[in-house]
């Protein structure tokens, strides 16, 4: 599995549930001295637990990639030293044991050894400069690409919210406007009847001065 593909495996993948416990160190891994960190952007490793990294689909990629097996200097002392484990209980006297031999018999040097150390560091960054250069593509199109999404839907909705005030205030106005009609419909409707029983109390008065009259 690529990086990329662990990238995006790492970004969608549910919440575990819990952390599994710490596992017992291997003795190998317990006399051997931390490596210093080769590069800046790989210093948050720090904050990790062991069982994270044991656990981490990256790391056992590295894993993969700096094999010390793949390595012929480094091949080569193992080969060495793996029967005198038995024998040579301390790693230092093992190796320094192993080395002798292989000196003699396949020609194998401190300084070859040390240098396919050299070369795994030197896999270990270019590994991180492929991680790097994949993470920033994935952080286009899922960080920046729908980061640019997000500010474009948070402006949508301020239009909406200023488009939902102007109707609000609209309605504010219109509601204004028909308690004012009604107040003048009343009134008018006060008004005529006013002017109704006027006029009509008029014209029976009218009515009644003409009865006479005819009489």
Known sequence: MTFIDLIKNALFEEEPQ??????????ASSTAAPAPARMSTMSSMSSISASDISDNKFYGRLVKQTDL???PELAKIESFA???AAVIQDKSLRYKAALATAQSQA???KQGILKGFDNLLSVLDSSATSFNQQS?????TEVDAKTQQLS???AAIQEKNKEIADMEQQVKLMESAVEVSRAKLQQAKATF???YERRKGEIQQQRKEFEIILQ
């Open 18 to 27: 819990g952390k599994q416990p710490l596992r017992p160190a291997s003795a």
């Open 69 to 71: 097996s793949a390595v």
């Open 82 to 84: 793996a029967p005198l």
């Open 107 to 109: 020609g194998l040097t």
């Open 136 to 140: 920033d593509e994935v952080a286009k």
């Open 152 to 154: 474009d839907l948070k």
């Open 193 to 195: 009847a006013a002017a």
